[in-house]
């Protein structure tokens, strides 16, 4: 993994987001270790690990599909969650979403990061 791509990928999140980005980690799924991020959050990295695990049996145990990319909590007061699946890596992100259109975020923003951050991955 390269750090530096990795931590441009970040960059690209913040200059699509455009002030929308209040905080993000990218930690590594399983462990919680967060290894890059802006405005830094242990202690979400930590809890969101464990929903993710918590969503993922729940969803097994309905027999309902599996998490694929992202799931997202709408907050109060602006607020939303994002957090991006990738094979062995997660992505938190918290959002302003009074700051930022839903399909600006979805539609640029996560394909954007998504593709930096998987080419941060495979350097």
Request: glycine letters at 6%; hydrophobic letters at 45%; a negative charge.
């Amino acid at each position: 993994m390269d750090v530096k791509k990795l931590k441009t990928s970040i960059e690209v999140l913040k200059n699509d987001l455009d002030g929308a980005l209040l905080a993000c980690d990218i930690w590594i799924t399983g462990t919680s270790q967060s290894i890059a991020g802006f405005n830094t959050n242990p202690v979400a990295v930590a809890l969101f690990e464990r929903t993710t695990e918590f969503m993922d049996k729940a969803l097994k145990d309905s027999g309902f599909p599996t998490l694929e990319n992202y799931y997202i909590l709408n907050l109060a007061n602006n607020a939303t969650v994002l957090v991006l699946h990738f094979e062995g890596y997660q992505w938190g992100m918290l959002v302003d979403s009074s700051k930022v259109q839903l399909g600006l975020l979805l539609n640029i923003a996560i394909p954007n990061a998504r593709k930096a951050f998987e080419e941060a991955v495979n350097s």
